[in-house]
């Protein structure tokens, strides 16, 4: 498939040129067109270069969905910079490991978001300091801060036509952006991720859904993810849809703006879908406007996709799989495939891109077998960012790029997630690798050994069940005490939603936990 660009700054242009006085964004009291908003980025861009952003330098975004993300995060783009998209959901130290490791220069964040002021986090983790300048989205502005209006005043420093030869210099084997998965032995890891991969990619993407000039799409995906960034705000500048970011996902709220805005276009894990369903308001609400739905990381049942259809007046729901290692996007259905392939399967690859099951050898399984999820093709992310190891365990020498993930492929090459080969659970849509929460909840001083399983969860798919052997003389350990502890320390989506006191683990012969018994224990548990 031809890709129009190779560069997110290309797209930029070209999406202005194409849909030029066509909404283009609509947050609060803005709205803006595609040209207005491409003037915007622009500035934005011609900002960063006055505040020093050199081509290459790394710029963090840490805020929810708002308009001033968009506009800053493209910027960077349009400067030469790679944008590093922040998790809403850390605390401070894990935010903090990122900026370290990345050495961004600038942070864009918020001060007054769901009652939390990300500098404060920040300070409270002694990261403060780690990048050159701090510029506030929205909230208060502290004295060691800039308001994103002052620095956005910065743009009359830069000769629009320097700006405008930076961004043409962007190539499309340029890095982009640097997403951080978190990781198996405890500390995240950056995949790089190239502009080319990311427009191509999301070309077909959107085209696979049907994505038109004139759709409205809730971007309910946080923007620091792959669904959001890149199959929310790209895919709308791709293909001339509506960006409507909403910040926080709020049934009530979502289900209001539908008819308020007209929106066509809702994505988001089959929880979202199920939420709405069950609603005991639904039928007082308009969703006549809802025509495109793209769903994955849980199964997505066939009786919910029939009522997706009569009750919500979804035309075309696509489920699809992707791992932020393949720039998020790697199998789709297709609009046309029946309920039971949507359902049952997470689609055939997308075009020019190669999956295959292969066993513990690498070698291709017959079809109908189980084995490992392989990826090959220009999705393929660049690497780890310095930390070559494990970008050779992940990517083998012949490209292929080895998920962990567990799956079976029919003779149509249609693909079914049956389980995965690394220590992972997926609560509400968020990988969650037990070695990392491990880690953390090691600090708590009353805990001597931690053993985090994923158990079955109806709303989240699963959540964390921690099993904890105490510390020496820690008989008086509380697992409510705990379990708070770790709301303060970690990411919601990480914190275990039970958690048992125990002696010990089972072990195997060579003194490894059994993770499989304490999978089978938890979920036990929580049926009883």
């Known amino acids: 498939m031809d890709t129009p660009w190779s560069t997110i700054p290309e797209l930029i242009d070209d999406a202005a040129a194409r849909f030029g006085d066509a909404e283009g964004l609509v947050d609060g009291d803005v ?44 910027g960077v783009h349009c400067a030469g910079g790679v944008l590093l998209p922040i998790n809403t959901r850390w605390k401070g130290h894990e935010a903090g490991f990122v900026l370290a490791k990345t050495g961004a220069k600038l942070l864009f964040t918020v001060t007054d978001f769901l009652d939390t002021d990300y500098l404060d986090l920040l300070t409270d983790a002694d990261q403060r300091d780690l990048v050159d300048e701090v510029v506030v989205l929205r909230g208060d502005v502290p004295a060691d801060a800039t308001s994103f209006a002052d620095y956005i005043d910065r743009a009359e420093q830069t000769d629009p036509a320097a700006e405008t030869a930076r961004a043409a210099a962007v190539q499309g084997d340029d890095l982009c952006h640097i997403m951080f998965t978190s990781g198996t032995t405890g500390q ?18 959107a085209t696979v859904v049907g994505l038109t000039a004139g759709d409205r799409y809730l971007i309910i995906n946080p923007f620091f993810h792959s669904f959001g960034m890149n199959a929310g705000i790209l895919a709308c500048l791709m ?28 994505p988001g894990p089959p929880a979202i879908y199920q ?74 690859a997308i075009p020019d891109v190669e999956v295959r099951i292969v066993d513990p050898d690498g070698i291709e399984v017959p079809r109908g077998d189980q084995g490992e999820i392989v990826i090959r093709g220009y999705n393929v992310m660049r690497g780890y960012l310095d ?35 690394k220590d992972m659970y997926i609560c509400g849509g ?79 012969a060579t003194g490894k936990v059994q993770k499989t018994d304490l999978e089978a224990i938890a979920a036990a548990k929580l049926s009883s």
């Open 188 to 205: 995240p890891k950056g995949a790089m991720l190239e502009h080319a991969a990311v427009c191509k990619g999301y070309n077909a993407w």
């Open 387 to 421: 930390d070559p190891e494990k970008t050779a365990a992940t990517i083998d020498g012949d490209g292929w790029l080895h998920s962990g993930d567990l799956g079976v492929m029919d003779e149509n090459g249609y693909v079914d997630i049956t389980g995965r080969t």
């Open 275 to 348: 939420t709405i369903l069950n609603h005991p308001d639904l039928d007082s609400f308009d969703m006549t406007s809802l025509r495109l739905a793209v769903t994955g990381a849980a199964p997505v049942p066939v009786e919910m996709l029939a009522q997706m259809r009569a009750r919500l007046g979804f035309e075309t729901i696509i489920t699809g799989y992707g791992l932020t290692e393949s720039t998020g996007i790697a199998t789709m259905c297709r609009h046309d495939d029946p309920p039971e392939i949507i359902s049952g399967t997470s689609g055939r």
């Open 31 to 74: 709205r803006w067109s595609f040209a207005e908003l491409a003037d915007q980025i622009h500035q934005s861009a011609r900002a960063a270069m006055a505040s020093g952003v050199e081509p290459g330098d790394v710029v963090a975004v840490w805020a929810p969905n708002v308009g001033e993300w968009i506009v800053a995060a493209l």
């Open 430 to 508: 968020f990988n969650c690798y037990p070695a990392e929460i491990e880690n953390l909840m090691l600090a708590h001083p009353k805990i001597g050994q931690v053993a985090v399983v994923g158990a079955p969860d109806q709303r989240m798919g699963e959540v964390g069940f921690a099993f904890i052997i105490p510390s020496p003389g820690a008989d008086d350990i509380d697992t409510a005490e705990v379990l708070g502890w770790c709301r303060d320390q970690m990411a919601n989506y990480k914190v275990p939603r039970h958690a048992e006191i125990v002696e010990e683990f089972p072990l195997n």
């Open 239 to 266: 293909k001339g849809a509506t960006i409507i970011p909403h910040a926080v996902f709020d049934v009530p709220q979502v289900m209001q703006r539908v008819p308020e805005e007209s929106i066509s276009m809702l």
